[in-house]
Structure formats: structure tokens, C-alpha cells
């Protein structure tokens, strides 16, 4: 929280007048107990209207000062809240911008998301809650107390006494029921589970005659989320009543004590009303004061969370920028890769070389660690052990621009953002011409989903690229990365989606790119890659074989063995 | 209020749903008077005790009878009030859980056209957020609304009965507070509106970009993004200002107009004393106690109930949008006289089938396939040619709109649904798991299958090995649709499945699209074994998997196109050789 409180620092000023002015509110609601015993004392016995009036009047200016502040308060509080959200959101996405691929993964996009949206409401909500009420509930609630105290100090003792009893209550009623509503809460999750599954799962549900059997399982989860709720319902349905017993209760005994004091001349009638007034108004206010207190503890808790996400530093490493004269343009030296320093190394001990112009295919089964490979590349992740040196220099000394504008990425998953095609096209090159953009397109094989769609270039994008098959998707990816005519271009399984024919038109022209890019193709088809320069092939993060694809037919089995299991002998040509 | 007819109805089903619980209704109510009676006896009782109090001539006795007298009202008060809050959380969850009881047994029974055609999202949020919604409109409207009524008629008439000008003055404020919270409500949905509006698209914002960051981070799009996450940023900040500060604003108005009562309360009770205007019952200072405490009792009612008000307005709306789900129609229920098929032999027989999706697209026309017993049957063509299509007729999710099904000559609409899907053992592409242990899921055919028998199961599909591996074993929990495995092992998953119940017929789609080449090697043996003498239906898109079908069905626009054994369509030299051919194609 503490980490969070320089985002009020634009707000100083705001930051006191909220609770200052809520403050002056609650000292005028105070004030009125006291202006209606003076009526009872003075006005009704001494049979004077005018005085009457004059109070009366007075209780409607405390009414409308009182609702000035608030308003003032109210305005404050959610200048400020609103101000710190503001900033705090900022900050927020720049540090999630900045972290490197390392931290996306063990921070995992969902929790990012509800760190930026929800986590940020609550804690916004905190602070508006505390600006607001911090100030008014306490000094209701104890305010009352010293003034029941200034009144009559034995009556001053009921007060606290009763304070106390019903602070008990309140939070241990709240302390209570809170594991119980979240329990409630994972009941409810787990109905939620099984209501998707009966859609999801439809086909294989009935495939397997297994309705029956889902009913009853729900029936009994259905019948367990109810008594977990009946039963913190049952808890906090005590809460209406004690609390009014102790009210009542400590009522009677003010009235008690107060008629002693009456009958001894040191209290008079209206002094009693007064008492009993203050012991009304304090009810509600420590209800309140608790519900704000978990209020806070909750944004408490979120704004951790969120301290802990912009305390992260990233955690890429960066080396000095010195130029080995005389490599090759790409060399993996020794290279072995670990995603975290528990796990099992996911690329162990791989080297080899790559020239400008080169096919770089690189292949292998699922969990192979072909995509980690083609990702300590750009410097997306540090390699844990050796070196990856492009142009010479090791890529942890390029900066992050310099090195990923050298690299023309087609992720596995082709992602189109919300815009126009266009917009998407230049996400790698903002002054991209028209042409440059048509260039690109007609590489990657995409002029025809443009001529397909009636507007072109400026066809809307819907969100995650939804009004385009996958295929259409997986070309204009390929666009995109094309259009800042990249040195080296990597394709990470992205041709998966294209028949047969677009995906070797897609490889001959890429073939001819006049600006000759390095090329890696990772694929799971050998069809894809039988043409590169150079193969590698992986097996659990090993090398199990470089070379061209006659070569490795020959000598590596695992080589061999993928090969022919997509065809059989006699048709490889 | 506006009603429209609809929201009529949906009100009078809610009674109805509601009926099975009248007597507990009943006794709610009961409780609400009792207590509201009590809030209203014990300023009365406490304004009595006051009046006793008199300097040097106390009437302690009576206060003593009054103590008791309110002390007995504070136990039956509490009471009701307990009785009254346990009452309605037992009747809202109570009705949650049958309306949820309902929806689950429908869902099981909608027709798969219904579920297809729908977000699974938007009927989800139908059985959990409308529901809940529906039961805190229900939980608030009899715990508030009633008593909310009860309590502003029973303070006015009380303050009529002990000081009518009091009462009149107080009646004649109430317009106010009435049209206050009129008018912030309104104002404030309107900002609110607005305000989720702008959030909702931050929030899309958020999604796109942070979901996809590893792409943004690939572009150096990191600036861009900055730029545009501000504007939409800035324009929350203010909007969320708005929102907060007017929603901020009933409260301290309520109490504004509160304190105008108390003062008229004040002001005409002192004003009755001094002057001793005649009254049917004495007014003093005691009575005066009492009205001031009715006069904050007041208004707070006022407040709330414009809360619930909206509150059961959305009660209703979620309760309709229930009710139209309850009332979409279920599949046609087996006929009367089904049969059960046993079972089969697996002779499989299309005659003359029609089928589109909606009627003015046709997909199927009088198709006809007859495949023998035994026979392995490969459905090739370009997606949208009806393949999916075919499985959804088989396993009869879908039923014909003309022509016949046969099922070793039992028209499959004679025989009950349950004893046909059991002949089929179906792996899809798209892999489904349920949460639960590997176990469990396996076993989702055969229920009561022994450890020995999953186990072989999965040895025969080569899951085993990698079931080992996992933290539990066959124990091991999966989250929602396998999330923990990678897509390759849910299918294996699948493929265990039907290995362990092995059906006489069989529904192959692209099963084993995710799993590499070397593994899909190492199982197709057991493939093969397992199709030996089964009738199999099998859509691939690799067609090296179907060379060896004893039919292969190429179909394009739901229609099929060429038929034959492999060799034969090739030296036809039509559309399934041109597809054989392109996929070694440079």
C-alpha cells in the first residue's frame, strides 16, 4: 500500500479536504442532539415560540451545512480516487509493457488482466471509501461517546460499554461469515464449472449416455452450494437482532441511570432524549465503519498484489556491445536454455551457424523446444548457458528495439489486433507506404484475402482477427512481418493453417525476397522445410541432427522416422 | 411503474414458481409485522419512562412496568427478526436451487441445434448470474421492501394517531425525498452507464494487448499502445469522477432531508406543548421523544426501497431471461414403443437424407451411403463439406428432415437414443474433458471398468506412459477442459476412453490431429486392432490416414461427389486425386 500512496501525491490537497470537510459534517450531525434538549429544557417549559423557531431553524442550517460538506467531501474523495486510479493504471501498463517474456510467463496473461482492471477498481474503491468515511463513521461513533460523556459521565460508561459489545458482534459476525461466503463462493464456481461442461461438453456427455449421471452430480453439488448458503445466512441473520437487543438494552439502562439523575435534580428530561438520540445514531454509523474496514482490508490485499506486480523488475539480462569480427550473421554457440532454475533444461547444448539468405528449418515433436529455440533469437529470453551471437554480437547486448527490428516474427498463434488491415500491417513499420504494404502481401501469398474483402487495406479487424478464417489470419501475419523487410525472418509453425500448394508458393516466394532475410521455418512437416539450406532437428531440446534433408534421411533415424510417418517410403521423392 | 405484458407474465410466473412456499411466505410476513410493530411500541414505551422522569417525584414503579414492558418487546422483536431473516434466506435459496435444478435437467435435454446456435457464455450467465441476481431481488424484496412499506405507513399513522399537524407536516415532506432519490437515481444510471461503457472498452483494450503481449513486445508496439491506453485512460479517470461523486450523493441528501423532518417534528411538537393544542391523547414531552425517533426511522425507508425497487425491476428482467431459456423446447423425447438396439452388428444405412441447418440453406440432399458391417468408411472434402454434419446424424444429435437412418435395419428414430449412442464409441477433434481425475474420465463409458482394465486401455492407446508421469497418476486431477495437459494428450485421453468401452461401431474425426506423427505411428497399430470388425466412420484430413478405408466418401457441399476405394479414385483422376496430390506438391 505504501508503494501505492505516491499516486495520491498529485492530490494533496484533495486528500485532506475530503475527510476534513466530512469531518465538519459529522461534528454538525453531533450538534443536534444537544439543539433539541435545549428546545425540551428551555423552549417548552419557558413556553417561548420564538426560541422554539430559532432552534428549529438552527436544526435545518446544521442540515444544509452538514450536506454542503458532504458534498464537498464527496467531490474531493472521488477527485482523488479517480486521479490515483488514473496514474496507477498508467503505470501499471507501462510496467507490464516492459517486462520481458520470462515474467509474462510466470505472471501468465489472466492474472495480468485482472491486476489491471479489477484489482485497480478495488483499490480505487478503497480509497474513495476511506477519504469518505474514515472520517465520519469514527467520529460519529465516538463523538457521541464524549458527548454522552459530557452529559453524564455514568451514561458516558453505557456508551462505551455498549460500543464495545457491539464492535464484538459486528466483527465477529463478519469474521464469521466471511470464510463462509467464500465458500459459498467456491460452490458457486464449481455449479458455474459444471453448467459450461453440460455445454461444452453436450456432444460427448449424450455420445456416452452420461445425462443422468451430470444430474446427479450437479443435483449434489446444487444441494451443497445451498446449504453452505443457508448456513452463512443463518450467521449473519443474527446480526440485525443482537445489535438491536444492544441498543435497547443499553437504552434502558441510560433511562435507568438517567431517571436516578433526573429524580436527583442533575439531569434534566431533555438531556435523557439527548442521550437517547446519540445511542440511535451510532448503530448505523459502526455497521458502516465495518463494512468499510473490509472494504479497506480487501483493496489492502489487492493493492499488495499490485505493489508486488510493479516491483518486478525485468529480469533480462544485458551484456556489453562488442563485435566478434569474422562470424558467421547468426551463430547459437553451445546454447542450453531453462525456463526457470528448477526446471529441466528445455534446450540443451545447441550450436550451429546460419548465413545471410539462408532456410534455417528446424523441426522435432511437440515439446522438442523448436519454438525456444527460434525465441532466444530476437532476445525474448536469456540463454542460460552459451551464447547467441547475431552479426557477430551477442544478442543481450543489442538493445531491445535494435535487435527485434532486425527480426521479422509469425508467432504459432496468428493474432490480428482490433483496427483496419492496415493498421495491423504497420504494427511493424508506422511509415509503411501503400506499396511497401502490397509488396508484402503479395510475398506472403495475401493479395486475395485484400481483394476478397470489399473495403481492402481499410477492412475492419474485429477483435482477434474473428472475421477472418485461419488461414487469411496466418497471411496477413506473415504480411505484417514482412513489411519492415526484416534481416531475419522466423516462422513458427505459421503455415499450418495453409493447404499444401499456398504453403509452398509461400516458400518460393519467400525465397526471392530481393532482400535476401535469413530464414527460420519451424514446422512439423517435413514437407515445409525438405528445401532449406540446413535442417535442425530436435529431440527434447537436443540436437539429434543438422543437415539438408537427403543428408539427415540418411543418417538421422529420428530424422527418418517423422519423415515417414507423414509419408510413406515409397512415395519420398 | 411501467409494466409491459410480458414483464406481467414473467411476474405471475414467478408467483407461481413461488407457490409451493406460501406457508413459509406466510409466516415472513407475520415475522415482518411483528418486527416493524416492535421498532414503532418501543419509542412509545421509552417516551412513557421519560415522562416519569420528574425532579424529586420520579415514578420509578411505573418505570419498572415500562422496562418490562420493553423488555419483553425487545425478545419478541428479536425473535421475529431472526425468524423473519432465516425465513427469507431459506425461501431465496431454496427457489435457487430448484429454478437451478430445472435449468441443468433442460440443458441435458435442449436440443444440440439450440446449444450449437447459442454463446455457451451467455447460458451459463443465465443459470449462475441471473439466478443469483433473481434471488438477492427476491431475498431484498421481502427482507426490505416490506418491511420498508410496513414501516413508513405504520410511523405516519402512529405520528396521525399521537399528533395529526406533526403527521401533516412530515407527510407533506415526503414528496421530497421521494423526487431527490428520483433524481440522483436517474442521473446516476446514466453516468454509470457511461461509465462502464468506457470501461468495458479499456477492458478490451487491456485484453488485446496485454493478452497478446509477447506479439506487442515482437513489434515494439509498446509506445503506440501507451498513447491510446491513456486517451481511453483519461477518459475513465473523468467519467468515473462523475460516476462516483453523483452515486456518492443520496446519502448525505437523504440525511439533509431527514434533518428537515426532525426539525418539523421538533418545530410542530414543541409548538402542540406550548400552545396545548387539543389532542385525542395527552402530547408532552415523552410523546414528543417518541416522534422524533419515528421521524429517523423514517426516512430511511424511502432510500432503500427506491434501491430495491430498481433491484427487483433486474429481479424481474433475469427471471424473464430464465424463463425464455426454461421455455426453448427440448428434443423430441424417444417414441413410446422405442426399442432398444442391443448390440449391433453394425450395418449402417443412409437413405435418401435431406438435412440443412436452416431452411433456406440446404447442405444434405437425398443422400445415400450403405456401409456393411465391419466396413471401415473415410469421409474426405474441404471444410464445410458436411462431414461434421454426418457424425451429428449418426449419433443422432441432429434428426433428419427427410429420408431415413438405418441402423441394422432399425430406423434409428425407433430405437432409444441411449442404446444407439452406446454402439458408437466417438473421438472428435475437438477434445472434451470433464474436471475430475484421469480415472474418472477414461471411465466416462464404462463406469464400473476395474483399474486392470483402464490401465490396459490406456496402455493399448499409449497414454499410460504419460499418465505415470503425472503428479497423481490416474488419480490426478484436470481443471475444465484438461486445461494442465497439452492438446496431444487430451486426445490420447479420448482415444483411452473409447479404447477401454469399445463400442462395435466407430466415429473417428480427426482424432488423432494433435498428436505427432511418431506417436500417431505407435498407436496406429492399436488402431488398427481396435477397428478390426468395427464399422468405423473416420474424417481425416491427412489423407494418408484413409488410403486403407474400404470406402471413401469424397463430399464437397454436401454432396457426395466420387465414392470408391482408394486406387479406384485415383485412376478416376477427379477431385480426390487432385487432393491426394497437392499435399506433396513443392
Redesign the interface.
Known amino acids: 500500500m505504501k508503494k501505492l500512496l505516491k499516486y495520491l501525491s498529485g492530490y494533496k490537497i484533495e486528500s485532506v479536504l475530503a475527510p476534513l470537510f466530512k469531518f465538519l ?1 459529522a461534528c454538525f ?1 453531533l450538534i ?1 442532539p444537544f439543539v ?1 434538549s435545549a ?2 429544557d428551555n ?2 417549559p419557558d ?3 420564538g426560541y ?2 430559532w ?3 438552527l ?2 442550517a ?3 451545512v ?2 454542503i460538506s ?2 464537498f467531501a ?2 474531493f ?3 482523488a ?3 490515483f ?2 496514474h496507477l ?2 503505470d501499471l ?2 510496467k ?4 520481458s ?1 520470462a515474467e ?1 510467463d510466470s505472471l501468465g ?1 489472466s492474472r ?2 485482472t491486476r ?2 479489477s484489482d485497480v477498481n478495488q483499490v ?1 474503491n478503497g480509497v ?1 471509501m476511506v477519504l ?1 468515511l474514515f472520517m465520519r463513521s469514527p467520529v460519529i461513533v465516538f463523538g457521541a461517546m464524549i458527548c454522552a460523556f459530557l452529559i453524564d459521565a455514568l451514561a458516558g460508561g453505557i456508551f462505551a460499554a455498549a460500543i464495545v459489545i457491539l464492535c464484538v458482534i459486528i466483527f465477529g459476525i463478519l469474521l464469521v461469515t466471511i470464510p463462509l461466503y467464500r465458500k459459498v463462493q467456491g460452490n ?1 464456481d464449481g ?25 446427479e452430480s ?2 449434489a453439488k ?2 451443497a ?2 446449504r453452505s ?2 448456513f452463512a ?2 450467521v ?3 446480526m ?3 445489535t ?2 444492544v441498543i ?2 443499553a ?2 439502562l441510560l ?2 441511570s ?3 439523575e ?4 442533575n439531569l434534566t ?2 438531556e ?2 439527548a442521550l ?2 446519540y445511542m ?1 445514531q451510532i448503530l448505523v454509523e459502526l455497521i458502516k465503519l465495518a463494512n468499510l474496514i473490509i472494504t479497506v482490508t480487501k483493496s489492502f490485499a489487492c493493492a499488495g498484489r499490485l505493489g508486488e506486480v510493479l516491483a518486478i523488475e525485468p529480469s533480462l539480462i544485458r551484456g556489453p556491445f562488442v563485435r566478434n569480427e569474422g562470424m558467421p550473421f547468426i551463430k547459437f554457440d553451445n546454447v542450453s536454455m531453462k525456463y526457470s532454475a528448477e526446471a529441466g533444461k528445455a534446450l540443451s547444448d545447441v550450436s550451429f551457424t546460419a548465413e545471410r539468405g539462408d532456410t534455417i528449418g528446424v523441426i522435432g ?3 522438442s523446444g523448436k519454438t525456444t529455440l527460434v525465441n532466444l533469437i ?1 532476445h ?1 529470453y536469456d540463454a542460460s548457458e552459451g551464447a547467441v551471437y547475431i552479426d557477430g554480437v551477442n544478442v543481450n547486448g543489442y538493445p ?2 535494435d535487435i ?2 532486425k ?1 521479422g ?1 509469425v ?1 504459432q498463434r496468428a ?1 490480428l ?2 483496427g483496419t488491415i492496415a493498421q495491423n500491417l504497420r ?2 513499420k ?1 511509415d509503411a507506404t501503400e506499396d511497401e504494404l502490397a509488396e508484402a502481401l503479395e510475398a506472403a501469398q495475401a493479395s486475395d484475402v485484400i481483394k476478397s474483402k470489399r473495403r481492402g487495406l481499410e477492412e475492419r479487424v474485429e ?2 482477427g474473428v472475421n477472418f478464417s485461419g488461414g487469411q489470419r496466418q497471411r496477413l501475419t506473415i504480411a ?1 512481418a514482412l513489411v519492415r523487410k526484416p534481416q531475419i525472418l522466423i516462422l513458427d509453425d505459421s503455415a499450418s493453417a495453409l ?3 499456398t504453403d ?1 508458393k509461400l516458400r518460393q516466394s519467400l525465397k526471392n525476397l530481393d532482400y535476401k532475410p535469413t530464414v527460420f521455418i519451424v514446422s ?1 512437416r517435413t ?1 515445409s522445410i525438405r ?1 532449406a539450406d540446413k535442417i535442425i532437428v530436435l529431440d527434447h531440446g537436443a540436437v539429434a541432427g543438422i543437415g539438408t534433408h537427403e543428408q539427415l534421411l540418411e543418417e538421422c533415424p529420428l530424422y527418418r ?2 519423415h515417414y ?4 517410403k515409397k ?1 519420398a ?1 | 411503474m411501467m409494466r409491459s405484458p410480458n414483464q406481467k407474465q414473467t411476474v405471475k410466473r414467478i408467483f407461481r414458481q413461488l407457490k409451493s412456499y406460501w406457508f413459509l411466505i406466510a409466516l415472513s410476513v407475520l415475522m415482518a409485522v411483528i418486527t416493524v410493530a416492535g421498532n414503532l411500541i418501543a419509542p412509545i414505551l421509552f417516551g412513557d419512562a421519560i415522562n416519569c422522569m420528574v425532579r424529586n417525584d420520579t415514578d420509578f414503579e411505573k418505570i419498572y412496568f415500562y422496562f418490562a414492558l420493553i423488555g419483553a418487546s425487545i425478545i419478541l422483536t428479536c425473535l421475529a427478526q431472526w425468524l423473519l431473516n432465516i425465513i427469507n434466506n431459506k425461501i431465496a435459496y431454496s427457489v435457487t436451487e430448484d429454478i437451478r435444478r430445472e435449468i441443468f435437467g433442460h440443458i441435458q435435454r435442449l436440443t444440440l441445434k439450440y446449444l450449437d446456435e447459442h454463446p455457451y457464455g451467455d447460458i451459463v450467465s443465465r443459470n449462475i448470474a441471473d439466478v443469483d441476481q433473481f434471488a438477492d431481488g427476491l431475498l431484498m424484496g421481502f427482507t426490505q421492501f416490506f418491511t420498508g412499506i410496513l414501516t413508513i405507513v405504520g410511523a405516519l399513522v402512529m405520528m396521525f394517531v399521537y399528533n395529526w399537524i406533526i403527521a401533516i407536516a412530515v407527510f407533506v415532506l415526503t414528496p421530497l425525498s421521494l423526487f431527490i432519490a428520483r433524481f440522483i437515481s436517474t442521473k446516476t444510471y446514466r453516468l454509470f452507464r457511461k461509465n462502464s461503457q468506457i470501461r468495458g472498452e479499456q477492458t478490451a483494450f487491456i485484453d488485446e494487448m496485454v493478452g497478446n503481449l509477447k506479439v506487442v513486445k515482437a513489434f515494439s508496439h509498446e509506445g503506440e499502445n501507451i498513447e491510446k491506453f491513456d486517451e481511453i485512460n483519461g477518459r475513465l479517470a473523468k467519467s468515473s469522477l462523475d460516476a462516483t461523486f453523483y452515486s456518492s450523493l443520496p446519502n448525505p441528501t437523504t440525511r439533509f432531508v431527514n434533518a428537515l423532518v426532525y426539525a418539523a417534528v421538533a418545530l410542530a411538537g414543541a409548538l402542540t406543548i406550548i400552545f396545548n393544542l387539543p389532542l385525542p391523547f395527552v402530547f408532552d414531552v415523552g410523546r414528543l421523544s417518541t416522534l422524533l425517533s419515528y421521524a429517523n426511522q423514517y426516512t430511511k425507508p424511502f432510500n432503500e426501497i427506491t434501491g430495491v425497487i430498481t433491484e427487483l425491476q433486474n429481479a424481474i428482467a433475469c427471471a424473464g431471461r430464465i424463463y425464455e431459456l426454461l421455455d426453448e423446447p427440448e428434443q423430441i423425447p424417444d417414441n413410446e414403443g422405442a426399442k432398444e438396439l442391443g448390440c449391433a452388428e453394425g450395418e449402417v444405412l443412409f437413405k435418401n437424407v435431406s438435412f440443412s441447418y436452416t431452411e433456406d440453406k440446404k447442405l444434405i440432399e437425398n443422400l445415400n451411403i450403405s456401409a456393411l458391417a465391419g466396413q471401415r468408411i473415410a469421409i474426405v472434402g474441404p471444410t464445410g463439406c458436411g462431414k461434421t454434419t454426418l457424425i451429428n446424424l449418426l449419433m443422432r444429435f441432429y434428426d433428419v428432415d427427410d429420408g431415413a437412418i438405418f441402423v441394422d435395419g432399425n430406423d434409428i428414430r425407433e430405437v432409444t437414443r441411449h442404446s444407439l449412442r452406446k454402439n458408437y464409441g466417438m473421438v472428435l477433434q475437438d477434445t472434451w474433458l470433464k474436471s475430475g481425475t484421469i480415472r474418472q474420465n477414461i471411465a466416462m463409458g464404462k463406469p464400473d471398468a476395474t483399474d486392470e482394465e483402464i490401465i490396459e486401455a490406456a496402455q493399448n492407446a499409449h497414454s499410460h506412459k504419460f499418465i505415470m508421469q503425472l503428479e497423481n497418476g490416474y488419480d490426478t486431477m484436470i481443471s475444465e477442459d484438461g486445461g494442465n495437459l497439452s492438446q496431444g494428450q487430451k486426445q490420447l485421453l479420448c482415444i483411452t476412453r473409447i479404447m477401454l468401452s469399445l463400442p462395435p461401431m466407430l466415429i473417428l474425426d480427426e482424432a488423432t490431429s494433435s498428436i505427432d506423427t511418431r506417436t500417431e505411428m505407435q498407436i496406429q497399430s492399436a488402431f488398427t486392432e481396435m477397428m478390426k470388425g468395427r464399422t468405423c466412420f473416420i474424417v481425416a484430413h491427412r489423407l494418408s490416414t484413409v488410403k486403407n478405408a474400404d470406402l471413401i466418401l469424397v463430399m464437397k457441399d454436401g454432396k457426395i461427389i466420387e465414392q470408391g476405394k482408394h486406387d479406384e479414385l485415383i485412376a478416376l483422376g477427379g477431385f480426390y486425386n487432385k487432393l491426394y496430390n497437392s499435399q506433396f506438391a513443392i
Not at chain 1, 507490464?96 to 517486462?99: E, I, P, T, V, Y
Not at chain 1, 459444471?194 to 444430474?215: H, M, P, Q, S, W
Not at chain 1, 433526573?262 to 435534580?265: E, F, K, L, M, P
Not at chain 1, 510417418?565 to 510413406?568: G, H, N
Request: proline share 3%; hydrophobic share 40%; glycine share 10%.
Open positions: 459534517e450531525e443536534v433539541v428546545i425540551i423552549g417548552v413556553r417561548d415560540p422554539v423557531g432552534m428549529c431553524a436544526l435545518v446544521l442540515g444544509a452538514g450536506l458532504a458534498v464527496q467531490y474523495a472521488a477527485k480516487a479517480a486521479g486510479a488514473e493504471r498508467h501498463f507501462n507490464l509493457q516492459s517486462l517474456y509474462i496473461t495480468m488482466i489491471m482492471t480505487q474513495n469518505r458457486l455449479i458455474t464449472t459444471y453448467t459450461r461442461e453440460a455445454l461444452t461438453g453436450a456432444r460427448v456427455i449424450r455420445a456416452f449416455c452420461n445425462e443422468d449421471k451430470e444430474i450437479f443435483n446444487n444441494a452450494l445451498k448458503q443457508t445466512g443463518r449473519s441473520a443474527l440485525n437482532p443482537l438491536y437487543a435497547n438494552v437504552i434502558i433511562l435507568y438517567g431517571a436516578i433526573v429524580n436527583g435534580g428530561s431533555g435523557v432524549i437517547y438520540n440511535s515433436g511437440t515439446g530476437p525474448f531491445d528495439e527485434r527490428g527480426c516474427i508467432p493474432v489486433f482490433s504494427w511493424g508506422p477483435q482477434g505484417r493447404d499444401y500448394a509452398a512439423q514437407s528445401h522416422e517423422i510417418s507423414q509419408y510413406e512415395e521423392r
